[in-house]
């Protein structure tokens, strides 16, 4: 069925047509998720639940038009802004992918100019708009250190954040500071491990890996939390709690608690916990094992993926040694016949391995776990949409990607 009411004219299909002289058609369902638009067409777009992101036609014709509008003026709140998508065609004389569009209330329509100008505002509500592309980023912190003394804790691995494309929006020639975080050192017993150091890049950050617990009877047996926890040290020490602070996806799990000793059989330590799994619970026969990493391959051909965030191993007394989970966690200590304890691998954020030495019979170096990984950033964005050369540039097909293994900035 269709009608006119005065010079408009309107259709059941749930289309609105423009005046008779012209114009666009409005369509008569609101947006509310993302959704591809065509020339001619006018829409109400509600962000109540979201922003939304709009994508424009891959081709046009000089005077083709658009036009949006806030349906609740709602695009100024955080997080429900209007994004659109120019689909390879310029926008306002620029080849960026994404436009923003966050002020309550605003009006945008847009006209097809030429190859050179491409879409331009004729209504904007006097708002400017921003530039911005995503990149796809891995931010991993410094591991803990494992702890000291007889039996003790691994080390739990720094918090790993990743997302697997490109959707973290920059904005071009703007700076975003990285900070890559340090592992957490592991000083001689009775001195207590040290936690690792978060690393940041933009708004993310991932925390530090907790540090393990002491053994040999320590008062601060229990693991600490952290990106992943720290295991627990000798004589029942509890795990450290992982994804601490919280995040969604979880940057990290949780330690093993020590093992309960018995008058014959001294308590193996617990594991550090890592970025993919927990770190295991100390053994009747040793020190539980790390939890592994998570392998990611953001740097691309000719790099081979890398498992990144793994937990330190417990340490045993006569058994066997904890292993460092995958992602270069230290292995853990023996504490007779001597084994040391290890460190954790630079750069991917490893948990320290638990030292296993009785200060009764403490040979060199001593009654230290090993030191937790340092940390390390890694961003990933499309060549064509920067110039920028910060941190270490390589490239992979069509992308090009900026390692970062200590403090620097970006320039989107």
């Known amino acids: ?49 979201g922003g939304v992101t709009v994508t424009l036609p891959a081709s046009a014709t000089q005077g083709e038009t658009i ?42 329509k847009i006209v097809y100019a030429d190859a050179t100008r491409g879409w331009t505002p004729t209504v904007d509500d006097d708002a400017a708009y921003v530039h911005k592309y995503n990149v796809q980023y891995m931010v991993v912190a410094g591991g803990g250190g494992g702890g000291p003394g ?12 990743n997302v697997p494309s490109k959707s973290f929006s920059v904005i071009p020639g703007c700076d975003y500071t ?33 540090y393990g617990g002491q053994g040999t009877n320590s008062p601060t047996k229990d693991g600490d939390p952290g990106g ?17 602070p919280p995040t969604s996806p979880d940057q990290g799990n949780n330690g093993g608690a020590a093992y309960a000793p018995t008058a014959a059989n001294p308590a193996g330590g617990g594991a ?33 993926p890398v498992a990144y965030a793994g937990g330190g191993g417990g340490a045993a007394f006569h058994g066997t040694p904890g292993a460092g989970g995958a992602g270069g966690g230290g292995a853990g200590g023996r504490g007779g016949p001597f084994i040391q304890a290890d460190d954790a691998c630079t750069n991917t954020g490893g948990g320290g391995g638990a030292s296993g030495v009785s200060l009764s019979t403490s040979p060199a170096p001593g009654t230290a776990g090993g030191t937790g990984g340092s ?9 064509a949409s920067s110039t920028s050369t910060s941190g270490t540039v390589t490239t992979c097909g069509s992308d090009t990607i900026h390692t970062f293994t200590g403090d620097g900035t970006f320039t989107a």
């Open 228 to 244: 992943s926890g720290g295991g627990g040290g000798s004589d029942c020490g509890a795990a450290g709690t992982g994804n601490d």
């Open 178 to 210: 990285v900070t890559v975080g340090g592992g957490g050192a592991a000083p001689d017993y009775p001195g207590a491990s040290v936690g690792g150091v978060a690393s940041v890049f933009s708004t993310i950050t991932s925390a530090g890996g907790g």
């Open 67 to 108: 036009e949006f509008k806030d349906y609740k003026r709602t695009w100024g709140t955080a997080c429900k802004a209007l994004t659109i998508n120019s689909n390879s065609l310029n926008y306002q004389g620029s080849a960026s992918a994404a436009l923003v569009y966050e002020t309550d209330g605003q009006a945008v």
């Open 150 to 161: 007889e039996q003790a804790g691994g080390g739990g691995a720094g918090g790993m954040r």
């Open 272 to 304: 550090g916990g890592g970025h993919a799994c927990a770190g295991q619970a100390g053994q009747a026969t040793g020190g539980g094992t790390g939890g592994d990493g998570t392998v990611c391959g953001i740097r691309g051909t000719p790099f081979a």
């Open 375 to 383: 940390g390390i950033v890694i961003i990933r964005r499309l060549t």
């Open 1 to 49: 069925m269709s009608g006119k009411v005065g010079d408009n004219t309107y259709r059941a299909s749930g289309v609105v047509a423009a005046a008779s002289g012209g114009g666009l058609e409005w369509c008569s369902a609101i947006k509310s998720t993302a959704f591809c638009a065509s020339a001619g067409k006018g829409y109400f777009v509600n962000t109540c639940g």
